[in-house]
């Protein structure tokens, strides 16, 4: 079967740092632009950083850019997100996405973030960012 698994997160006190994993079975990432997307309660899910299949493009979306980065490892079918000086609003549950269409590789250039066209998807790592 074909899946994605996200893992990494949990409570931290604001300003302390999370590193979220996105794993693939049954199939290869590097063929795939991975996205991670956030959903808090009560709001719309908005997509938080971007990568390509080779690691050649990124992005960071502005509410996060300068603490969060994203990068990939093929050898082991994963793709992290780094995610330092958190602060109470990144509060929500991180999903992994999975792309290989064009116009997904180039969302990690643009930042036009599109979830409806994502191939595969995680179940998700909820992350609280409380005192």
């Known amino acids: 079967q074909l899946q994605l698994v996200e893992s990494g997160g949990g409570l931290v006190q604001p300003g302390g740092s999370l590193r979220l994993s996105c794993t693939a079975s049954?199939?290869?990432?590097?063929?795939?632009?991975i996205a991670w997307f956030r959903q808090a309660p009560g709001k719309e899910r908005e997509g938080v950083s971007c990568?390509?299949?080779?690691?050649?493009?990124?992005n960071i979306a502005d509410s996060v850019k300068g603490r969060f980065t994203i990068s990939r490892d093929n050898a082991q079918n994963t793709v992290y997100l780094q995610m330092n000086s958190l602060k109470p609003e990144d509060t929500a549950v991180y999903y992994c996405?999975?792309?290989?269409?064009?116009?997904?590789?180039?969302?990690?250039?643009?930042?036009?973030?599109?979830?409806?066209?994502?191939?595969?998807w995680g179940k998700g790592t909820p992350v609280t960012v409380s005192s």
């Open positions: 996405a999975a792309g290989g269409s064009a116009t997904l590789q180039a969302m990690c250039v643009t930042g036009y973030y599109r979830p409806f066209n994502m191939d595969y």
């Open positions: 049954g199939f290869t990432l590097d063929n795939y632009a």
């Open positions: 990568i390509s299949g080779r690691g050649g493009s990124t």
